[in-house]
């Protein structure tokens, strides 16, 4: 039970989860529900999510300290539904599958290849509710859905049901859908440098230089790829993280992104920070 601006949100859930043989399995039920005050955003709204959910994942990975996974496959498929007979003010669903494929690079072990693909689709009453790109988080900066290439067809739902899909190379735009495939490929070398001092400038704690991370990285999406004019999202881009380590205990990276997008009314995007990991 949450309040914000006379609007009262109220919300339950049940989970389960176990696995299966080598399968993580999970199902769910959730209320979602708002009333909205004569104050609130938006006066008088009312709106409910009433309905269940499930999710499988299986990942067979083989990995070392300095390389990252040398080769395996991951697979995941999740859905949800929310149909009007439970109480939902819209009837919506939500379903989606990826898959991710890593393949060893020789001669040189410290290289990560990544193939990926997603397939989602969120049918729904209103339509358009995907939201594609406009989130992640890269270098230490957050993008919440925040853009000004598409209308904003999310308002009114209920907190907690968000249909968002990450695009990398477009954490700062975002456009609407029905469903979408998005294939990636990414490589990574890791250039190990091991080098720090037990007292940096003598009066800091130590200060220790972990590697140097460089990647390179392509995405393609086609959103609503069943109908006519469906619309692409192609980028391509590199990143560049230094990693250390300060104190015992604090993990930073420093961390600079370049993404190119292939479209005319886009320009280049870059993002600087610092990160945690």
Do not use: K
């Amino acid at each position: 039970l949450a309040y914000a601006q006379d609007t009262r949100d109220w919300r339950a859930s049940l989970t389960a989860s176990r696995g299966v043989y080598t399968w993580p399995v999970s199902v769910g039920a959730a209320f979602l529900r708002r009333d909205g005050g004569a104050a609130a955003p938006t006066p008088l709204e009312q709106t409910r999510a009433v309905g269940v959910s499930a999710s499988i994942g299986w990942s067979g990975l083989e990995s070392t300290p300095y390389g990252g996974v040398q080769r395996g496959l991951a697979l995941s498929g999740d859905a949800a539904w929310y149909p009007r007979f439970t109480g939902s003010s819209e009837q919506l669903a939500d379903v989606r599958g990826s898959a991710s494929l890593f393949a060893p690079l020789p001669p040189s072990w410290r290289s990560e290849m990544e193939f990926s693909l997603v397939a989602r689709a969120v049918p729904s009453e209103r339509g358009q509710l995907l939201r594609m790109g406009g989130a992640g988080n890269v270098a230490g900066a957050t993008f919440a859905r925040t853009s000004r290439t598409s209308e904003d067809r999310t308002r009114g739902l209920v907190p907690g049901l968000a249909f968002t899909e990450y695009v990398r190379g477009f954490e700062d735009s975002t456009w609407n859908a029905d469903g979408a495939v998005v294939g990636g490929a990414r490589w990574q070398r890791s250039l190990v440098v091991d080098q720090g001092w037990a007292s940096f400038l003598y009066v800091f704690p130590q200060f220790f230089i972990r590697q140097v991370d460089v990647e390179a990285f392509g995405t393609a999406t086609r959103m609503d790829p069943l109908r006519s004019d469906g619309r692409w999202l192609t980028a391509a881009g590199a990143q560049a993280s230094l990693r250390t380590q300060f104190g015992s205990l604090l993990p930073l990276s420093l961390v600079y992104q370049f993404a190119w997008r292939f479209r005319p009314d886009l320009g280049t995007l870059h993002v600087v920070g610092v990160a945690l990991q």
